[in-house]
Nanobody
Framework: QVQLQESGPGLVKPSQTLSLACTVS??????????WNWIRQSPGKGLEWMGA???????FYSPSLKSRTSISRDTSRNQFTLQLSSVSPEDTAVYYC??????????????????WGQGTQVTVSS
């Protein structure tokens, strides 16, 4: 059973960098065909995909957040991290890490999310 656990500060000041880690157990982040994602949900809004890191270390970012987002990994700890720079109160949200698997239907590829962390609240405030 794969488990993901987010960790990091719950309060970040405006203009600073938000840093979160996701520790994975029950599976390796280097296993082929899996992607490791960061997703957030702001108050009153839907889920927003922020980016992902693949099993080979390749990274993918949401175009709207790409200029402020960096995702990296520490394979020795089986952990991947999110950094979001120049935060503002609009970045206040519950942040989730999640796994997705690259699948092929026979005619197209798709990548459903299957395991999620419990989420961690991050508030941006002075």
């Amino acid at each position: 059973q794969v488990q993901l656990q987010e960790s990091g500060p719950g309060l970040v000041k405006p203009s600073q960098t938000l840093s979160l880690a996701c520790t994975v157990s029950g599976g390796s982040i280097t296993t082929k065909s899996y992607y490791w994602n960061w997703i957030r949900q702001s108050p009153g809004k839907g889920l927003e995909w922020m980016g992902a890191i693949g099993w080979s270390g390749s990274t993918f970012y949401s175009p709207s957040l790409k200029s402020r987002t960096s995702i990296s990994r520490d394979t020795s700890r089986n952990q991947f991290t999110l950094q979001l720079s120049s935060v503002s109160p609009e970045d206040t949200a519950v942040y989730y890490c999640a796994r997705s698997e690259l699948l092929y239907s026979g005619s197209y590829y798709y990548c459903p999310l299957d395991y999620w962390g419990q989420g961690t609240q991050v508030t941006v405030s002075s």
